[in-house]
Nanobody, 128 residues
Framework: QVQLVESGGGLVQAGGSLRLSCAAS????????MGWFRQAPGKEREFVGG????????FYADSVKGRFTISRDNAKNTVLLQMNSLKPEDTAVYYC?????????????????????WGQGTQVTASS
């Protein structure tokens, strides 16, 4: 069983930056594709960014492309989300997610239903 713990959320003015961190335990991290999702009040959970198990491939939602960067450190079992130029519409609870993969899997994943494990979420608020 994989446990995921997010940290780094908070309140920031529009235009500011935050870095989210997700620490994984209980599994082989290098076999997990990782993703970040977010959910605003009254809205469905949506994809933000995903990275393959090796870290060699990644993908972003159009709404964050050019502002957010996803990365991972397989030696530290950690995935990061650097968020720059934050906008009020980025305000949401951000979730880290992990998907079990097989040896040689080089894909990232973008759908909620594709992921096997979820963190508890961390609140990000960008004020105008």
């Amino acid at each position: 069983q994989v446990q995921l713990v997010e940290s780094g959320g908070g309140l920031v003015q529009a235009g500011g930056s935050l870095r989210l961190s997700c620490a994984a335990s209980g599994g082989t991290f290098s076999r997990l594709a990782m993703g970040w999702f977010r959910q605003a009040p009254g809205k469905e959970r949506e994809f933000v960014g995903g990275i393959s198990a090796s870290g060699g491939k990644w993908f972003y939602a159009d709404s964050v492309k050019g502002r957010f960067t996803i990365s991972r450190d397989n030696a530290k079992n950690t995935v990061l989300l650097q968020m720059n130029s934050l906008k009020p519409e980025d305000t949401a609870v951000y979730y880290c997610a992990a998907k079990r993969t097989y040896w040689g899997d080089t894909y990232y994943y973008t759908e909620v239903r594709e992921y096997d494990y979820w963190g508890q979420g961390t609140q990000v608020t960008a004020s105008s």
